[in-house]
């Protein structure tokens, strides 16, 4: 029998071009979805530029223009380089764009109805130099758990520890390099641990995660209750404002999962099928690439989002690692730090293709 399923990966961040490891998941999930039409089955392969949030807010303002105009020239060259390396989507939407924002208003209704959000001041990270908060990606310190340097504001990549950007030992901000201040205001949080039991249900059950990945969360998260969820920040921001609380704009991390049903919204508009078939019927699976430094946004907040609002949970997310060059990571520094534009500048695609399949 022919399944129905939707895929996709993650959305890549607007505010930078493709490289090498970015398409080791666009081009395995490529072979997956064609591996699934040449079955016959019905396989829609949905993503879409994550377009929000403080970064591409600043980078608009130094270049002196919209951030409309400069997600449409980076959506572009996204698209320009999956589709030198043969990757076909379905649909490549935007997180800007109108569907992602009626699906925003209805996940955040179900979650309004359903006495999930909470207001509490927030005492942050403020850029004085470019007068705004900042991003928990924003901000780089040492880790306060491990001590590891040159860490992200939300969580290690040496040990795994998430925490609050105002935790970190030394910060500095990678906007301007200034030394950032804390500075309170009012955000709206939605509270998880009230979807504890489903949580821990649905990420243990063996069938949508990985095991290593299922052990992950039970050690990390779900061995205490769950914290509240920061999904808003005060203007300035580039987003979408909240419907019923002007001045605040959803977090990049709400409007971007939900991202893939814009995206999913989008194709089926143009192609006169119902949304409900794909993210609201039994009969479709749907199963989400990612990176592994993502996994808690997916397999946590997601399927909470996904559970209060209707949604069809993921069947599976599959999670993978990243890509090492010489047994370490890419970097500008040692010049191993390879884009895609400069990779179909000089070989052949096919030949990246076949290695990562
Ligand atoms: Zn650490």
């Known amino acids: 029998m022919s399944r129905r399923i939707l895929v996709t990966a993650a959305l890549p961040y607007a505010n930078g071009h493709i490289h090498l490891g970015h398409l080791v998941e666009y081009i395995q999930t490529d072979i997956w979805v064609r591996f699934q039409k040449l079955r016959g089955n019905t ?88 007068g705004t908060f900042l991003a928990d990606r924003f901000v780089k310190g040492t880790c306060p758990k491990c001590g590891a340097v040159d860490q992200y504001g939300d969580n290690c990549e040496k040990c795994g520890a998430t925490y609050s950007p105002g935790e970190l030992i ?94 999913t919204w989008q194709w089926c508009k143009e192609n006169n099928e119902g949304l409900s078939k794909y993210w609201q019927s039994s009969d479709t699976e749907i199963h989400h690439f990612i990176g592994k430094d993502i996994t808690y946004f997916h397999t946590l907040f997601w399927p909470a989002m996904l559970k209060v609002a209707g949604f069809n949970l993921p ?25 895609a534009r400069t990779y179909l500048n000089h070989l052949d695609p096919a030949c990246l293709r076949y290695y990562f399949a």
């Open 315 to 339: 069947t599976k997310v599959h999670i993978h690692g990243f890509l090492n060059v010489d047994g370490g990571k890419m970097s500008k520094s040692r010049g191993t730090f390879i884009m």
């Open 170 to 263: 030394d910060p500095v901000s990678t906007l301007t390099g200034a030394k950032p201040e804390e500075r309170t205001a009012s955000h709206l949080f939605v509270n998880i641990e009230k979807l504890h039991d489903f949580l821990e249900e649905w990420t243990q059950s063996g069938e949508h995660l990985q095991k290593e990945v299922a052990n992950y969360l039970k050690g990390h998260f779900l061995g205490e209750p769950l914290r509240d969820w920061d999904i808003s920040r005060p203007a300035p921001y580039f987003g979408f404002e909240i419907p019923d609380a002007p001045g605040h704009y959803w977090y990049v991390w709400f409007d971007a999962p939900i991202g893939y049903i814009g995206s």
């Open 43 to 130: 396989c829609r392969y949905f993503c879409a530029d994550d377009t929000h949030g403080t970064a591409i807010m600043i980078r608009a303002r130094q270049e002196n223009r919209s951030e409309e105009e400069l997600i449409a020239e980076m959506k572009e060259a996204h698209l320009a380089d999956f589709t030198g390396f043969q990757i076909e989507f379905d649909n490549y939407g935007s997180t800007n764009s109108p569907e992602n924002l009626e699906a925003c208003k209805i996940i955040w209704k179900a979650l309004r109805a359903a006495g999930l959000v909470s207001e509490k001041d927030v005492t942050q990270l403020f850029d004085p130099e470019a």
